[in-house]
């Protein structure tokens, strides 16, 4: 009797044993149906075995093994499961967790279909002069459908502006199209020779680092491809690209965040016109992310881009791996699985044998320690591609009087780089309009109810908002405490400063780009349109807008309120400051004029600032690097956290001592540090505290983890949410 176990989406660290008489191996890694407790859950299938542990009147049976779509391979399964090891989560999460939503459902998977508009013979005799005026997206549409006599696609004719979803209705409405629903083929890998179009001549140094590239043999070979802002690591991918699509074989490139996706997408599409491009990330509907997974895992799509979730997409012709701005902690999961996408990445490349790059400008001191040490080889990239490095001086805020929060030589700045018709960017890593609502009168300020955190004032709106846990309220008549009707607002955020702006610029065409102005579907896409088309004079914005974006006629950047980073306690503060400002300051002179950039700081001579204008990345990083060996941090030690959460503090932090306690019992070369409240010590109403264990060796904390994570389980009650956070970014 055959017996499978089988992965389940709960939170236990075992696997499931069943009965499955007409399961075979070819089955492992297939969904399949089970029974759980009274319900019926989706689970996959891991190993097949010939016996169980278990009394056999205890085993349940399977209830079917859904073979419509291919079983995860081997390689897949392997990943997920070091995965699992490695952040000590269990398997079952893991394994379900990388699957499109629709795979994690019973339904067994019905013929994939796609809406399609195509013209009626009424549309087609629609005279396009007739509709001249303020119809130019009905105009592109007609254009588009009439060059197709089978139709186009309703997610391609959507996304060619925000107005096309109500184009279409009305052109459907009038009877000039007609909708109809067509099943989609499966996807099939292809081995035909697939035409790309060449890219711009190569610099002396990106060619240098493409002739790199190609010089090394087949196999595991990690490359830090160190390249400053606008030095052209995005063609160099590209070259790589093709190199590899040219042996057949499939790319995975990831990028960090979501906005960054439209924008390199299109380069990519432009680039390799005849071959198949889909994208991953939480942006796409239920249909659309299975689509382009299954794509992925037939081999039919050559280049696969995605965030952080992508690194677990099955490929089975898998031949180069790409993570851009690998330094992004974007690439680090912060809450369930914790895991690190960028390191998962590492580790499928040498499982694979192949190739791996990670681009940045400032790499994360970890990958750039071990291109000291010569682990990863090495390929810098210092010149801009067609344009000089910005300017970047530090404007003295103790010696200038600030107005809102600017200095009169950033607004003289400004001034000037409207009267030469250019465009500026005011970088506030604060969305609001304030970030603390106070009285002068009694020191209160505006806190948030359930968490340790300040309520930010939204002028607009007219609300007090909480941006960790969504709490919002009105914005009190009077001080709660003591009366006083003259509530002052203090510091600056985005709405502020647009605030500001608007008053000494009247002129001025603003446009405010954070979380809250690009919430509606289609805003982000709407404005990028007006920046490139110069509708807009002055940009403010958070770091949304700090990262891969190239607009021509950006001259001038302004930052405000840098050296809130320096007070950090977190020990990767300093190393994050310098990337983020890096990424903005390589918005400015993109194009033919130098670019400004004006650092508004108390600080002006702080060697960050210094390394900065210097634009010598390495250098810094060579100084926090001796100065992590000194203090004994990362990467010269190995750290996990242990969180805990519960609804008291009191319960949170007895069960780390106690924690404490059981690990010091464990033989190992380990450091346990005293339990204390998490940086934010109350969220959602829920207390959270954590302790640090930290080792100079990697083996040797992960002996002691194993260990401890069997009497963590014993340990743990009902009252205590508690996970391990291996790696972790943030203490």
Not at 433 to 442: E, K, N
Request: some cysteine; aromatic content about 6%; overall charge positive.
């Amino acid at each position: 009797m055959s017996i499978v176990r089988v992965a389940l989406d709960v939170p236990l660290p075992t696997l499931f044993d069943y009965r499955a008489t007409a399961a075979a191996s070819e089955d492992i890694g297939r969904r399949v149906l089970v029974p759980f407790g009274k319900k019926i859950a989706v689970g996959v299938i891991i190993e097949l075995a010939s016996t169980t542990s278990l009394p056999m009147q205890r085993v349940r049976s399977v209830l079917s093994i859904l073979r419509d779509v291919p079983p995860l391979p081997s390689d897949v399964l392997a990943l997920l499961k070091f995965c699992s090891d490695y952040y000590y989560h269990p398997l079952g999460e893991v394994v379900l967790n990388a699957l499109p939503t629709r795979l994690r459902r019973r339904q067994t998977l019905k013929p994939d279909t796609a809406s399609r508009y195509r013209l009626t013979a009424t549309g087609r005799a629609i005279d396009a002069a007739s509709l001249l005026g303020r119809a130019t997206v009905k105009l592109e549409l007609l254009r588009l459908l009439r060059a197709a006599e089978d139709g186009i696609d309703e997610v391609s004719l959507r996304s060619i502006a925000p107005r096309a979803a109500a184009a279409l209705k009305t052109m459907t409405e009038h009877g000039w199209i007609e909708r109809v629903a067509v099943t989609r083929k499966a996807p099939q890998a292809s081995t035909a020779v697939l035409r790309f179009v060449p890219g711009p001549a190569l610099t002396n140094e990106q060619r240098a680092a493409v002739d790199s590239l190609r010089s090394v043999d087949a196999g595991f070979t990690p490359w830090l491809l160190l390249g400053v802002t606008g030095s052209g690591k995005t063609e160099v991918y590209l070259q790589w690209v093709a190199d590899t699509l040219a042996c057949g074989k499939q790319i995975l490139l990831l990028v960090p965040e979501i906005n960054l996706t439209p924008q390199l997408e299109a380069l990519v599409r432009a680039r390799f016109p005849e071959t198949v491009l889909v994208s991953l990330h939480s942006g796409l509907n239920e249909s659309e992310r299975l689509h382009n997974w299954l794509a992925a895992q037939s081999g039919a799509a050559g280049i696969v881009l995605g965030t952080r979730l992508a690194v677990f997409t099955p490929l089975p012709r898998l031949g180069f791996i790409i993570v851009d701005e690998e330094q992004d902690s974007s690439f680090k999961q912060t809450d369930g699985l914790r895991y690190s996408a960028r390191d998962l990445a590492l580790w499928r490349a040498k499982q694979r044998a192949i190739p791996i790059v990670l681009g940045s400008a400032t790499p994360a001191l970890e990958t750039f320690h071990k291109a000291l040490n010569g682990n990863y080889r090495t390929l810098a990239l210092t010149q801009r591609v067609n344009a000089m490095p910005p300017a970047i001086e530090c404007v003295d805020t103790r010696r200038e009087p600030l107005l809102d929060g600017m200095s009169q030589a950033l607004l003289n700045a400004l001034r000037e780089t409207m009267k030469r018709g250019e465009q500026s960017l005011i970088f506030i890593n604060r969305r609001g309009f304030a970030p603390v609502l106070m009285c002068p009168s009694c020191g209160w300020t505006s806190g948030c109810e359930r968490c340790s955190a300040k309520l930010v004032l939204h002028l607009q709106d007219q609300r007090l908002r909480c941006h960790h846990c969504g709490h919002q309220e009105r914005i009190p008549t009077a001080c709660p405490q003591c009366g006083n009707q003259d509530l002052k607002p203090l510091g600056q955020g985005t709405q502020r400063i647009d605030s500001a702006l608007a008053r000494i610029f009247p002129g001025a065409r603003i446009l405010r780009i954070d979380r809250d102005s690009t919430r509606r579907k289609h805003a982000w896409h709407e404005m990028r349109r007006q920046i490139h088309a110069q509708e807009v004079d002055i940009l403010i914005g958070t770091q949304i807008l700090a990262k891969g974006h190239d607009f021509p006629q950006l001259n001038l950047v302004g930052v405000i309120n840098a050296d809130s980073s320096l007070y950090s306690t977190d020990f990767r503060g300093s190393e994050r400051l310098f990337a983020l400002l890096t990424q903005v300051a390589g918005r400015a002179g993109r194009g033919a004029t130098r670019g400004q950039v004006l650092i508004q700081t108390e600080f002006p001579a702080h060697a960050l600032y210094q390394a900065l204008r210097r634009d010598d990345y390495p250098a810094f990083a060579k100084e926090l690097l001796a100065e992590r060996k000194q203090a004994g941090f990362p990467p010269f030690v190995y750290q996990a956290v242990l969180r805990a959460e519960a609804l008291r503090r009191e319960t949170a932090i007895e069960f780390l001592i106690h924690a404490a306690r059981d690990g010091a019992k464990i033989e190992g070369a380990v450091t346990i540090y005293d339990p204390v409240p998490a940086s934010m010590s109350r969220r959602a109403g829920i207390e959270r505290a954590q302790l640090t264990v930290q080792s100079r060796s990697r083996p040797g904390l992960h002996a002691f983890l194993r260990a401890w994570r069997v009497r963590l389980d014993h340990a743990a009650g009902r009252k205590v949410r508690w996970a391990l956070d291996v790696d972790p970014l943030e203490l």
